[in-house]
C-alpha cells in the first residue's frame, strides 16, 4: 500500500503543468541530440545539470530523464533512412532498417522503430517501479565473476551476428577486443599497442570506431551509387508506412516484451552499455524467431523491433542501481547521480522509504517522456522517410560534417579525426570483401569488460569464482552458442568424414587480399605483444593467437573448399534446406559495378574526407564546414547556387551556435589558429585564429 500511495503522490507530483513543460523541454532536447551523430545524452545531461540549480527535486530529475530517456528514440532515424548509425545503439536497427528504407519501406521501419521504443521505455519504467524494493538483493549477489561470465556471453552472440562465416567473425570478434585492450594495461601499466601515441594512451573511443565501421561505409557506397537511396515513385506511403510499423510491433508483442525485458536487466547491470544490449537482443531474436535465419539482415521489421525495445527500455534498469546503491550504470547515470546529491538526494535505503515519491516520480518521467517523444516523431516521420529520396549531394556533405564534429566527442583531440578515417577505410573493406561487422563492435565493446572483470575475480575468488552458478550457466550457454555454427555446418556435410574430405587444389581470388592484410597485421601486433611484461600481455597473447588461428583457417577454407560445395550449400541455404545462414551485415547495392569503377568513386569519398581533415589544421573545423559543402556540391554535381549557398550558410551557424557557442567544445588548434603576431609601426597586430586584436606599442 505504502507502493500505491507514493505512486499516485508521485503521478501527481508530475501532472503539474510547469513540470510537464520542463519534461517536454528535455525531451525535445533528447531528440535533437539524439539525431545528430555522435553527441548522445551524456553532452546534454552535461549541459543541463547547472540549469537545475534552482530547480525542486522532482522538476530536476523530470528535466535530466526527459533528455537521458528519449536521445535514443531518435537515433535510428539516420540509420534507418540512411543506413549511417550515428550512435553505437543503433547499429543493429541499420542492419534491417536501411534495407526496408531501400526498398520504399522507410516509413514502416520508422513507425516499428518508434513503437517499440515507446512500447519498450513503458515496460522498462513499469518493471523498475515493480522491482525497486525486491531488486537490493538480487544486485548485491553480482560480484565481478557474474559480470565476467555475462561478458563472454556477450562475446558467444559473436557466432549468431557472424551469419554464414562463423570463422570470419570470430576473427573479427578477436580483432575487436585487440584494439579494446590498446593503451595503458591497467594492471601493470605497461603500454600496449599506442605506436608512442599519446593520444592511444588511454584506448580508443568508441565513437569514432563506431562511425567509421558502420556509417562511412554507406556513405560512400551513397557516392560511389551517385543515386538517392531510394527513389521517389519506390517510396511507400508515408502515412500507411507508419501505421504498419505500428501493427508490426502488436503483432510482435511477445518479442517485444522479451527483449524489453532483456533490456532493462541488462541495463540494470554496470559495465553492460546501451551498444551491447541492441546486439545481445538481436541475436536473441535472430535465434528465436520463427525463419528470421532467411529474413535477417535484409529488411525483416522484426530486427528492428528487437533492437530498438532491448535499446530504450535500458533506462528503467539503469536507474536502479544508481538510485538503491549509488552506483551509477554508465556516464549518463554517473552525472545524474551528481545531480542527486546536488539536490540533496541520498541513494540507498532512503530513496526506498523517506524519498520514496521522488523515486516514483522518476518512473513517471521515464514513462511520459517516452510517450511524447515517440509522438513527436510519429509527427514528423514523414518528412524523415522523404530524405532517403534527396540527391547524394544534399545529404552527403551535411552528414558527413556532423560525422566529423561526432567523432570528436570521443577524446576531444585529432587522433579521434584520424580513427575515424582509418576505420570507416576498414568498415569500407570489411563490407565489400564480404567480412561482418558487428563482431568487430562487439568484441570491441566487450573485450576491456572480460579483460578487467577476469582480473579481479582471479585476484579475489582464485579458481573458485568458475563454480558459482551464474558463471557455470553463462559459460555453457556462451559454449553452446559458439559451437552451434560448426556444429550444424558439419551436420550439413554429413560429418567430420564428408567436411574433410571436401576439398580441391588451392584457387586464389581477390577476396583473400583481406584476410592475407589481417594476418599480416595480426603477426605485427603478437610479435610486440611478446616483449610484455607477463600480466599485460597473457591475455592479448591469447586473443592474438584465436584471431591467427581463425583468419588462417578461414584462408585455407577459402583456399581449398570446393566451389561445387560451395553453390550447393548457397543454394540449399536460399531454398531453407539444410542449416540457416545468412550475410549478417547491411547489402551492398553497388555490386553490379565495375570494380575499378568503385575502386575509383572510393578514393574520391576517402579523399574528400582527408580535405576536410586538411582544412581543419589549416583554419579549424567551424569555417571548413561551409567550405567543404559548397566545394562538395559545386564539384560532385554543379548544384544551383541558390541551393549550395543557403545551405552551406545555415550548416555554419547551427555548428557554431550549438557545438562553439551553446556546448562550448574546445576545437583542435589549427595553423592560421594558433595566434600570429607582428609590429606595424606603432601598433601591435594579432590574429587568433576568428579576428584581429590591435594593441596600441609605446613608440621607442
Known amino acids: 500500500m505504502d507502493i500505491l500511495h507514493a505512486a499516485g503522490a508521485a503521478f501527481l507530483i508530475m501532472i503539474d503543468p510547469a513540470r510537464l513543460a520542463i519534461l517536454f523541454g528535455g525531451v525535445c532536447m533528447g531528440l535533437s541530440l539524439g539525431i545528430l551523430p555522435g553527441i548522445g545524452g551524456v553532452a546534454g545531461i ?9 530547480m525542486d527535486p522532482a522538476t530536476a530529475m523530470a528535466l535530466l530523464l526527459g533528455l537521458a530517456s528519449t536521445s535514443t528514440t531518435a537515433d535510428p532515424i539516420s540509420a534507418i533512412v540512411l543506413g549511417a548509425p550515428g550512435h553505437a545503439a543503433s547499429a543493429a536497427t ?67 551476428l557472424s551469419g554464414n562465416t562463423p570463422l570470419r567473425g570470430l576473427t573479427a570478434a578477436c580483432f575487436g577486443m585487440m584494439l579494446a585492450m590498446i593503451g595503458s594495461d591497467p594492471q601493470t601499466g605497461t603500454l600496449r599497442w599506442t605506436m608512442d601515441s599519446l593520444y592511444l594512451w588511454e584506448g580508443l573511443p568508441l565513437v569514432p570506431l563506431t562511425l567509421g565501421v558502420f556509417a562511412l561505409p554507406e556513405l560512400c557506397d551513397l557516392l560511389v551509387a551517385r543515386q538517392a537511396v531510394v527513389k521517389s515513385d519506390q517510396l511507400m506511403d508515408t502515412r500507411e508506412g507508419l501505421l504498419a510499423g505500428v501493427r508490426d510491433c502488436f503483432t510482435h508483442w511477445w518479442l517485444v516484451l522479451r527483449c524489453a525485458w532483456m533490456g532493462s536487466a541488462l541495463g540494470a547491470i554496470p559495465g553492460i552499455s546501451a551498444s551491447v544490449i541492441d546486439w545481445i537482443s538481436y541475436g536473441h531474436a535472430l535465434k528465436t524467431e520463427h525463419g528470421a535465419a532467411q529474413t535477417f539482415g535484409r529488411g525483416d521489421v522484426r530486427g528492428v523491433i528487437a533492437a530498438e525495445s532491448a535499446t530504450n527500455s535500458r533506462e528503467g534498469g539503469a536507474l536502479v542501481p544508481t538510485v538503491v546503491f549509488g552506483v551509477p550504470s554508465s556516464a549518463g547515470m554517473a552525472i545524474l547521480l551528481g545531480a542527486f546529491l546536488m539536490h540533496g538526494l541520498v541513494p540507498g535505503p532512503d530513496m526506498l522509504t523517506k524519498n520514496l515519491d521522488i523515486t516514483y516520480s522518476m ?42 564534429i561526432g567523432a570528436f566527442e570521443g577524446k576531444r583531440q585529432w587522433g579521434d579525426l584520424y580513427s575515424l578515417l582509418f576505420f570507416g577505410m576498414l568498415g569500407w573493406a570489411m563490407k565489400h570483401f564480404k567480412w561482418p561487422r558487428p563482431p568487430l563492435v562487439l568484441g570491441f565493446i566487450l573485450g576491456g569488460v572480460l579483460e578487467r572483470y577476469m582480473f579481479i575475480s582471479i585476484q579475489r575468488y582464485g579458481v573458485t569464482w568458475m563454480g558459482r552458478p551464474l558463471v557455470v550457466i553463462m559459460f555453457a550457454m556462451s559454449l553452446l552458442s559458439l559451437l552451434r555454427p560448426f556444429l550444424l555446418d558439419v551436420k550439413a556435410h554429413g560429418g567430420w568424414k564428408g567436411m574433410l574430405s571436401d576439398f580441391h587444389p588451392p584457387h586464389i581470388n581477390k577476396m583473400q587480399i583481406f584476410p592475407v592484410f589481417l594476418l599480416g597485421l595480426f603477426a605485427a601486433m603478437m610479435s610486440e605483444a611478446v616483449t610484455w611484461n607477463f600480466y599485460a600481455k ?48 547491411i547489402g551492398s547495392n ?18 574528400w574526407m582527408i580535405f576536410f581533415l586538411c582544412s581543419m589544421a589549416l583554419i579549424g573545423l567551424i569555417p571548413t564546414v561551409p567550405i567543404f559543402i559548397i566545394l562538395f556540391m559545386r564539384m560532385e554535381a554543379k548544384e544551383r547556387w541558390t541551393i549550395t549557398l543557403p545551405m552551406a550558410t545555415i550548416m ?49
Not at 552535461?46 to 534552482?54: E, N
Open 46 to 54: 552535461a549541459l543541463l545539470l547547472p540549469f537545475t540549480y534552482s
Open 94 to 160: 541499420a542492419l534491417d532498417g536501411f534495407p526496408m528504407t531501400k526498398r520504399g519501406e522507410g516509413g514502416r521501419a520508422l513507425g516499428a522503430a518508434y513503437m517499440s521504443a515507446l512500447m519498450g521505455g513503458l515496460f522498462g519504467a513499469t518493471l523498475m517501479g515493480i522491482t525497486l524494493p525486491i531488486m537490493r538483493p538480487l544486485i548485491l549477489f553480482i560480484g565481478s565473476p557474474e559480470l565476467l561470465g555475462l561478458a563472454v556471453f556477450g562475446i558467444s552472440m559473436v557466432s549468431v
Open 363 to 404: 518512473v513517471w518521467s521515464i514513462a511520459i517522456a517516452n510517450i511524447l517523444g515517440s509522438g513527436l516523431c510519429f509527427m514528423f516521420s514523414g518528412q524523415f522517410a522523404k530524405l532517403a529520396t534527396l540527391r547524394y549531394t544534399l545529404i552527403l556533405p551535411v552528414v558527413l560534417c556532423f560525422c566529423y
Open 538 to 585: 597473457i591475455i592479448p597473447m591469447i586473443v592474438g593467437t584465436g584471431a591467427i588461428l581463425f583468419c588462417s583457417l578461414s584462408l585455407l577454407n577459402d583456399l581449398f573448399k570446393s566451389q561445387i560445395q560451395k553453390a550447393k550449400a548457397m543454394e540449399s541455404a536460399a531454398l531453407g534446406v539444410g542449416p540457416e545462414k545468412i550475410h549478417m551485415d
Open 590 to 607: 553497388i555490386s553490379h559495378m565495375p570494380p575499378l569503377t568503385v575502386l575509383a568513386r572510393g578514393a574520391v569519398f576517402f579523399g
Open 652 to 700: 555554419f551557424f547551427f555548428c557554431w551556435f550549438l557545438f562553439d557557442w551553446l556546448l562550448s567544445i574546445p576545437w583542435p588548434g589549427s595553423y592560421l589558429g594558433m595566434g600570429w603576431d607582428f609590429d606595424l609601426g606603432s601598433s601591435h597586430y594579432h590574429w587568433d585564429g576568428w579576428q584581429w586584436w590591435k594593441d596600441n606599442v609605446p613608440s621607442a
